[in-house]
T-cell receptor, first 113, second 113 residues
Framework: AQKVTQAQTEISVVEKEDVTLDCVYETRDTTYYLFWYKQPPSGELVFLIR??????QNEISGRYSWNFQKSTSSFNFTITASQVVDSAVYFCALDNYGQNFVFGPGTRLSVLP | EPEVTQTPSHQVTQMGQEVILRCVPISNHLYFYWYRQILGQKVEFLVSFYNNEISEKSEIFDDQFSVERPDGSNFTLKIRSTKLEDSAMYFC???????????FGPGTRLLVL
């Protein structure tokens, strides 16, 4: 069975601090996608990134970066120089190519001014 | 950019009433999904739909739920006799083909009184 664990339930940081959100997944599949979504207080799911299991290159997009380590089944997300607008719930998710899309429990990030 | 739309954005209903949640997937997509998120909890898979039939459903998707693609553009989720515990945000998603990813709609917030 597929499972996504986000051990950090809530994180609070002060603006401009860097913060890393952890994600550990379990799957028996060798091919799969990993995702991060942001859910602001308004409730919609905002797509941040998709990573294919074949591609272990780390990715950087502005203040966001992702560290995919297949050996430890982790897909961690770092926000550099956090801003108040980054406050949201962040979900990590696993998809075995459309067959089974599983979300983690989410990490609530609060960025304080 | 094409996007998944959902109507209504909010719905309030009385326990025991039937509700229909509507989704318009991205036009050339072939795979359709419904997810549920109870307030403060993680997003949970309900059902997937392809070629006019259900491909997979979770334990949550019991006989009270049904899905339909009545006219080639809409994708609906019907709850026959709503219960208090059906109160949640319902997300629709669509995908073009396998080996791709799902695109989520903005959600419908359902409140059962």
């Amino acid at each position: 069975a597929q499972k996504v664990t986000q051990a950090q339930t809530e994180i609070s940081v002060v603006e401009k601090e860097d913060v890393t959100l952890d994600c550990v997944y379990e799957t028996r599949d060798t091919t799969y996608y990993l995702f991060w979504y942001k859910q602001p207080p308004s409730g919609e799911l905002v797509f941040l990134i998709r990573r294919n299991s074949f591609d272990e290159q780390n990715e950087i997009s502005g203040r966001y970066s992702w560290n995919f380590q297949k050996s430890t089944s982790s897909f961690n997300f770092t926000i550099t120089a956090s801003q108040v607008v980054d406050s949201a719930v962040y979900f990590c998710a696993l998809d075995n190519y459309g067959q089974n899309f599983v979300f983690g429990p989410g990490t609530r990030l609060s960025v304080l001014p | 950019e094409p996007e998944v739309t959902q109507t209504p954005s909010h719905q309030v209903t009385q326990m025991g009433q039937e509700v229909i949640l509507r989704c318009v997937p991205i036009s050339n997509h072939l795979y359709f999904y419904w997810y549920r998120q109870i307030l403060g909890q993680k997003v949970e898979f309900l059902v997937s739909f392809y070629n006019n039939e259900i491909s997979e459903k979770s334990e949550i998707f019991d006989d009270q739920f049904s899905v339909e693609r009545p006219d080639g553009s809409n994708f609906t989720l019907k709850i026959r006799s709503t219960k208090l515990e059906d109160s949640a945000m319902y997300f629709c998603a669509s995908m073009m083909r396998t080996l791709e990813t799902q695109y989520f709609g903005p959600g419908t917030r359902l409140l059962v009184l």
